[in-house]
């Protein structure tokens, strides 16, 4: 019988509880989870440990989210609700969520692929967490633009000098607010 990919996941899950269980996750506090780029065995241990732990998960969607811990082999116990946090509704939402904070719930934030906020949802989460007087902890993890950089053999011009780059996220979608952003990209030294 083929091996489900929660079976695969249990030992990682172990692990993950072995090595960031003894660790402090404090209460309150809106944890900022990295998830994998396209490949499921990119998650770290603290990921899975926080995902495990949280008493609610914000994500972007809801249904993604679901099949992705589904995948890992996390079961969400009574309670700990998958909230939907994203784009066109972001700011509403953090209410929901600051209200979760407020009463010690320990909330995670992930995004479908990457790091939240980062050309995804959550920035304005995070703010709003932090105004309201909360915690805001990042986990690092998969990131898109690291990954590219690291592979891309970028020599700035002074030898000496390590490689700088500019991340801009996703250009607009209307094109003259698109030619703008390009037009100021390319002023860049």
Do not use: W
Request: proline letters at 5%.
């Amino acid at each position: 019988m083929p091996a489900t990919s929660a079976s695969l996941f249990r030992t990682a899950l172990q692990a993950a509880r072995d090595a960031a269980g003894s660790q402090d996750y404090p209460q309150g506090t809106l944890y900022v989870v990295a998830t994998p780029i396209g490949n499921l065995a990119d998650v770290t241990l603290r990921a899975l440990h926080v995902l495990e732990l949280a008493d609610a998960i914000a994500c972007e969607d809801t249904r993604h989210t679901q099949s992705m811990l589904r995948a890992y082999g996390i079961d969400r116990k009574p309670g700990g609700q998958l909230l939907a946090v994203h784009q066109h509704n972001e700011a509403e939402a953090a209410q929901a969520v600051i209200s979760r904070l407020a009463q010690g719930e320990r909330v995670a934030y992930v995004s479908d692929a990457g790091t939240p906020g980062v050309s995804d949802p959550g920035a304005r989460l995070a703010a709003a967490v932090r105004a309201a007087g909360h915690r805001v902890l990042p986990l690092p993890g998969a990131s898109s633009v690291t990954t590219l950089i690291s592979a891309a053999g970028l020599v700035a011009a002074d030898a000496d000098d390590y490689s700088a780059f500019v991340f801009a996220g996703f250009l607009p979608s209307k094109a003259t607010e698109r030619d703008g952003a390009v037009a100021r990209l390319a002023a860049e030294p």
